[in-house]
């Protein structure tokens, strides 16, 4: 009937100009509708069963870690059993890192578009397998295949897991939950270094340090298919409908992203400098102690150094979180000035650090604590940038990517490089004790040659981790520069994502009312 249409058509028509007229005042009261919810929303507002999934993402992350520097607490004792020198010590944490940013970008692809609860049980469950049998290996290179082989395991659930935190929050909840999920990296490690050191002294053999991990890893496999909630990709802020784009187009988008990118670049900074004194620093401070002669115990070292890494991540990783939540809302730029300025303030006391262990130990760790504790500031801030300037459909993808990256350049090389520096400079500083402590005395027409002695070796052994330490310095310094150039575009970036999302929404609920009824 033409009334029919005419009363169709003229709905149709109020509709379109009803839609028309609100829809950018829509956008805005819907955005600051949800803006101020989660401003607004505390720790007493997140459900039970969000706790429950943000404490097993937790705990798994603590083991992961605890995992990775256990190795760091005895590699003494594995360089003496396996006859290695530096350069193999520090390519057993290089070949585990290769294969943890090689594996990343794969679990990022299919974490855009699979279950992402599933992959992670299934890397913790091989990365807790491939851990046990390399506990039984008494050959180096068949350590190393297996060490390496962790590194994919680990690969799965660290760059899926961020994501899950990012779909059930969002806003200040989400930066506090993140800090909350990052503060087990440091404390992870600390562990690592006390449970590897002590489990070895208690058994006779750094065999059994390797063997603690593999059975949280199991009880973690086990919660993460009964207890973890996996929520809709983008569901906490309104984009859970958004279609996965094509993998080419997903990384064509995050490489274009430039606050992306910085900020990768100054990660790759920080990974390299932590990975560096986290695999070399007990090692060097229990030269620096043997030097010193004071009678202090090298066993205490890396129970020690374990305990620093841990009250320095304590303190650290919230600290960050927490001022940038504290200036956000008069600094908009303030996360990637907090990531720059911590950095820089962290070299100074990592070079301090490094200097003083051979005439001080309580100055040497107390130096180790405020550089780590600076460094620190920038874990969880990271990752927030990372959520908040990339799209939800694209965030698994993009954790790869920044994996891959920050592991390739940063602490994938970092301590094998150490490493083979150090044993380029005692090269150096051996054949510079050669040529000052050989005298040539002619009596007699007798040659007489002396050579460097034992403590001046010690000396020399010293002095070259040292100077490869070093090369952290430099590389802080640079990280820095990376973060404060970040702000010149991550408030930008930011508002394309929001409005992305929130235009998504709209065009949702456009589509929605012209469906005929």
Not at 91 to 107: K, R
Not at 167 to 178: A, H, P, Y
């Amino acid at each position: 009937m033409p009334s029919e249409k005419l009363e169709k058509s003229s709905n149709f028509v109020l509709k379109k100009l009803n839609i028309m007229e609100q829809n950018n005042s829509q956008a805005e009261l819907v955005r600051e509708s949800e803006d101020n919810s989660e401003h607004e929303r505390s720790w007493r507002d997140v459900k039970l069963t969000e706790w429950i999934s943000v404490s097993v993402l937790c705990y798994v992350n603590l083991i992961n870690y605890m995992d990775r520097f256990t190795v760091a607490g005895v590699l003494e004792n594995i360089q003496t059993d396996l006859k290695v020198n530096n350069d193999k010590g520090g390519l057993l944490q290089t070949a585990f890192i290769v294969f943890y940013m090689a594996f990343g970008p794969l679990f990022g692809y299919l974490g855009d578009r699979y279950s992402r609860r599933w992959l992670m049980a299934f890397g913790v469950a091989l990365w807790s397998l491939t851990t046990l049998c390399g506990s039984f290996m008494t050959n180096y290179w068949w350590f190393l295949l297996f060490r390496a082989m962790v590194g994919i395991g680990e690969a799965s659930y660290s760059t899926i897991a961020p994501t899950i935190l990012s779909d059930l929050f969002v806003g200040n909840i989400r930066s506090k939950m993140l800090a909350l999920f990052y503060f087990a990296i440091p404390v992870g490690s600390g562990l690592g270094y006390i449970v590897g050191a002590e489990t070895a002294k208690l058994f006779g053999s750094w065999h059994w340090a390797l063997r603690v991990t593999p059975g949280l890893g199991l009880l973690a496999v086990f919660v993460i298919i009964v207890f973890l909630q996996e929520p809709e990709r983008g569901a906490s802020e309104g984009s859970g409908h958004m279609e996965a784009s094509s993998w080419i187009q997903d990384v064509n988008e995050i490489i274009k992203c430039k606050s992306f990118m910085l900020s990768t670049a100054g990660f790759t900074c920080v990974a390299f400098v932590a990975g560096a004194l986290a695999w070399w620093g007990p090692k060097f401070i229990e030269k620096g102690v043997a030097l010193q002669g004071n009678g202090d115990g090298d066993d205490t070292i890396a129970f020690r150094f374990g305990i620093v890494a841990m009250i320095s991540g304590l303190v650290g990783v919230p600290a960050g979180s927490m001022l940038a939540q504290h200036l956000r809302p008069r600094i908009r730029r303030i996360d990637a000035y907090i990531c720059g300025i911590g950095l820089l303030a962290s070299c100074p006391f990592i070079f301090l650090a490094i200097f003083a262990a051979k005439f001080s130990t309580t100055l040497c760790f107390t130096m180790v604590f405020f550089g780590e504790l600076f460094l620190n500031l920038t874990w969880s801030i990271v990752a927030d940038i990372l959520l908040y300037v990339i799209m939800p459909i694209r965030r698994s993808t993009a954790e790869g990517f920044q994996l891959l990256l920050s592991h390739a350049l940063g602490d994938a090389g970092s301590p094998y490089l150490v490493g083979v520096l150090s044993e380029a400079f005692l090269i150096m500083l051996n054949g510079d004790s050669d040529s000052t402590a050989t005298t040539t005395e002619l009596t007699n027409s007798t040659v007489t040659t002396i050579s460097p002695s034992a403590s001046e070796a010690a000396v020399n052994e010293f002095k070259s981790l040292q100077y490869a330490l070093f090369t952290t310095c430099f590389v802080e310094i640079l990280g820095s520069l990376f973060f404060l150039l970040n702000a010149l575009y991550i408030v930008e970036d930011k508002e394309r994502v929001e409005r992305a999302i929130h235009g998504n929404s709209e065009s949702l609920l456009i589509n929605e009312d012209q469906q005929p009824s």
